[in-house]
T-cell receptor, first 116, second 117 residues
Framework: AQTVTQSQPEMSVQEAETVTLSCTYD???????LFWYKQPPSRQMILVIR??????QNATENRFSVNFQKAAKSFSLKISDSQLGDTAMYFC?????????????FGQGTRLTINP | GAVVSQHPSWVICKSGTSVKIECRSL??????MFWYRQFPKQSLMLMAT?????????EQGVEKDKFLINHASLTLSTLTVTSAHPEDSSFYIC?????????????FGPGTRLTVL
């Protein structure tokens, strides 16, 4: 079975700073996807960024980028120039990369607060 | 595009009654929908996988007779909490899988907060 671990329950930074959220996972699969989801106070799950395991290049979406270390099974999220609107719960998630709908396995979450 | 709605967004019921929560994909057909449960300040836990036209697959430890799932059409899945008790109070979230070539994409509904008195 796959497991996802986020070791930072809470983090807090000042606006405009850079912050990195950690995530490790365990799997015997060779083909899979990794995701970071954001859940703001509205509780709507929002996809921040995705990474395909077979791609060596780290994914980037504007201010959000990941550091994907496949051998170490590590998948951290870096938020640059943090904004007040980035305040939310962030969940790291794993999904098998096989045909058809696959379930997401979530980490415990990291509560990120951006202070003005 | 790719919008998923849930209804109701918030429901309060008395202990012993049943509550139905709807999950709809508004602009795409969802061959599969997932139902998650989220306790306060905790992560999402998958309850079951709902496939159109077939029985749902429940995760270990989830009571299938208590949490009835029906996926009668390609745009609608329902979760019925039967004989609800206070411990069933939680936030329930669905996600829908469009079944296109993009196999990694699920779309989440806004969630339903259930409070059982």
């Amino acid at each position: 079975a796959q497991t996802v671990t986020q070791s930072q329950p809470e983090m807090s930074v000042q606006e405009a700073e850079t912050v990195t959220l950690s995530c490790t996972y365990d799997t015997s699969e060779n083909n899979y996807y990794l995701f970071w989801y954001k859940q703001p106070p509205s509780r709507q799950m929002i996809l921040v960024i995705r990474q395909e395991a077979y791609k060596q290049q780290n994914a980037t979406e504007n201010r959000f980028s990941v550091n994907f270390q496949k051998a170490a099974k590590s998948f951290s999220l870096k938020i640059s120039d943090s904004q007040l609107g980035d305040t939310a719960m962030y969940f790291c998630a794993f999904m098998k990369g096989i045909q058809g709908a696959q379930k997401l396995v979530f980490g415990q979450g990291t509560r990120l607060t951006i202070n003005p | 595009g790719a919008v998923v709605s849930q209804h109701p967004s918030w429901v309060i019921c008395k202990s012993g009654t049943s509550v139905k929560i709807e999950c709809r994909s508004l602009d795409f057909q969802a061959t599969t929908m997932f139902w998650y449960r989220q306790f306060p300040k905790q992560s999402l836990m998958l309850m079951a996988t709902s496939n159109e036209g077939s029985k749902a697959t429940y995760e270990q430890g989830v009571e299938k007779d208590k949490f009835l799932i029906n996926h009668a059409s390609l745009t609608l899945s329902t979760l019925t909490v039967t004989s609800a008790h206070p411990e069933d109070s939680s936030f329930y979230i669905c996600s829908a899988y469009p079944g296109t070539a993009r196999t990694d994409t699920q779309y989440f509904g806004p969630g339903t907060r259930l409070t059982v008195l």
